[in-house]
């Protein structure tokens, strides 16, 4: 099953929590790395239920952040594109990745 | 608004902001005290109360990661001996926590068990091995048969694709053969850590202390044996649990905490002042910023960082507050093996001729 990318989702295996105001962690069993985020990615990141529609999150996050919402939509896609092929997406295959 | 660059750095200053802000990221959670094995030094126990139940036990779950909480380790006693073990442990996954598993690994010897383990997605199964030899390891276990079940079961984890970490506290027993053990973690690809702390038991009985191996052993551990077990690494100055230079001496009550299977709260599992009852309460942070026993142990933790930074060899000390109270009802006491470990540790340092805060070798 492809993802959908206009609701997108988390990885149903990661795990993930904001610090402070500084961002927050994603860890996701099978990768060596913890996914260290800043506050405007792991807000989206907590968004990517598959509940949130793209535009949901942009107002989101042009409402909480200084942003505009053509800059806030195109760096939203390009942050899904990332985790979508770090394998962080569900459906996006790579349930359990060689160790490192 | 992607990613902050990966790589340690980004890592480091992120759980020194957790620290700094009394963030726990961290919860070990000893589910039972039940288990198959007899360590002759284990630390549990047990008061004779009844354990949680099953839903109890969710209820404290559901508690913990509503508070935040990223990494839960399921403990005790044996975690696999819970009759409701998988049950909790989807439970864990099922709430978003990222799950560590401790165990002595003897049940996983058992290919359906690890098939288990392995749909729970655990980001870590942690498995104490005690020796490289059926007899130093099952001198401890007291169980016939334990030794092979447990490499048995790093075998099958290992072909399972798990990630483990195998634990190997350093005894009389296997004081010899770390090298050995070594071997038997490099043939799985696995890291094992070498734990040179024996504590006493959590109601303060310090019989387990007779199995630690005398000073000469420490002395050569840390001064020659620990950079070759270690691929070359120098001993720690600081305890895992607190990054070098931070303001308190370790991370209890700060970065984590641990619930026994009673649903009683602890600032850390070695340091067991009783801060609260999850089931008495309705959220963690009822407790977590107000509680007088949490300021205390924060405070000490900085009193006993202070103690030792007056030390003129204090920067070479792992301190631990929960062995200096059960030992010596002080947490701020400094205990001979603490002494004993910095003191040799620190000739390890001055013998590579590494100068001090850079860790850079001068010569
Ligand atoms: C209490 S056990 C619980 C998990 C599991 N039953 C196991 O043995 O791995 C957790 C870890 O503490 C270690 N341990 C137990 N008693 C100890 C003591 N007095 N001093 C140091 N480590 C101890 C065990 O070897 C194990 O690695
Ligand atoms: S296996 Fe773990 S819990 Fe059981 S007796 Fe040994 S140390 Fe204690």
């Known amino acids: ?100 | 608004m992607g990613d902050q660059g990966q790589g340690k750095t980004a890592y480091r200053s992120m759980v020194e902001t957790a620290f700094a802000q009394s963030v726990p990221l961290s919860a070990q959670f000893e589910i039972t005290y039940r288990c198959n094995h007899l360590c002759t030094f284990c630390y549990n126990s047990p008061t004779g109360q009844r354990e949680l139940r099953t839903p109890q036990i969710f209820d404290i779950l559901k508690k913990v990661s509503d508070f935040g909480v990223l990494y839960l380790t399921l403990t005790g006693g044996e975690p696999l001996c819970h009759r409701d073990f998988y049950k909790i442990a989807g439970e864990v996954r099922r709430l978003g926590m990222a799950l560590r598993i401790y165990s002595n690994g003897y049940l996983m010897s058992d290919p359906k068990v690890v098939e288990k383990i392995m749909a729970l997605k655990p980001l870590e199964v942690e498995i104490s091995l005690h020796g490289a030899r059926p007899e130093s390891h099952e001198a401890l276990t007291k169980i016939k048969g334990s030794f092979d079940k447990t490499v048995q079961a790093i075998e099958l984890l290992s072909r399972a694709g798990q990630k483990v970490n195998l634990k190997c506290p350093i005894t009389r027993h296997n004081q010899d053969e770390l090298f050995e053990v070594r071997k038997i973690a490099d043939k799985y690809g696995y890291y094992v850590t070498f734990d040179p702390v024996i504590t006493p038991k959590d109601d303060g009985d310090t019989g387990p202390l007779s199995l630690r191996p005398d000073d000469a052993f420490f002395t050569r551990y840390w001064e020659e044996d620990y950079i070759k077990l270690h691929d070359g690494r120098l001993p720690p100055r600081a305890n895992h649990c607190a990054p070098e230079g931070t303001e308190a001496v370790c991370g209890a009550a700060r970065t984590g905490f641990t619930l026994d299977p009673y649903g009683n709260m602890f600032p850390c599992v070695a340091f067991r002042r009783k801060i609260g009852n999850l089931l008495e309460i309705d959220k963690i942070e009822d407790i977590w910023g107000d509680s007088p026993v949490l300021a205390q142990v924060r405070g000490l933790g900085v009193d006993a960082r202070d103690k030792l930074n007056k030390r003129e060899d204090g920067k070479y000390f792992t301190f631990c507050m929960g062995v200096a109270e059960t030992q010596l009802g002080d947490p701020l006491a400094i205990y001979p093996q603490a002494e004993t470990n910095a003191r040799a540790v620190r000739q390890a340092y001055e013998l590579l001729k590494i100068e001090d805060e850079s860790g850079k070798k001068s010569a």
């Open chain 1, 1 to 100: 099953m492809s993802p959908r990318i206009d609701y997108p989702q988390r990885h149903p295996d990661s795990s993930f929590r904001p610090i402070g105001d500084e961002g927050g962690l994603v860890v996701l069993p099978g990768k060596a790395e913890v996914k260290v985020l800043n506050p405007a990615a792991i807000t989206i990141f907590g968004l990517l239920d598959g509940a949130h529609s793209l535009d949901q999150i942009v107002d989101k996050v042009t409402g909480d952040f200084d942003v505009s919402r053509e800059t806030a939509m195109a760096d939203l896609r390009s942050f899904i594109g990332e985790l979508a092929s770090q394998g962080m997406l569900a459906g996006g295959g790579a349930e359990r990745q060689e160790q490192t």
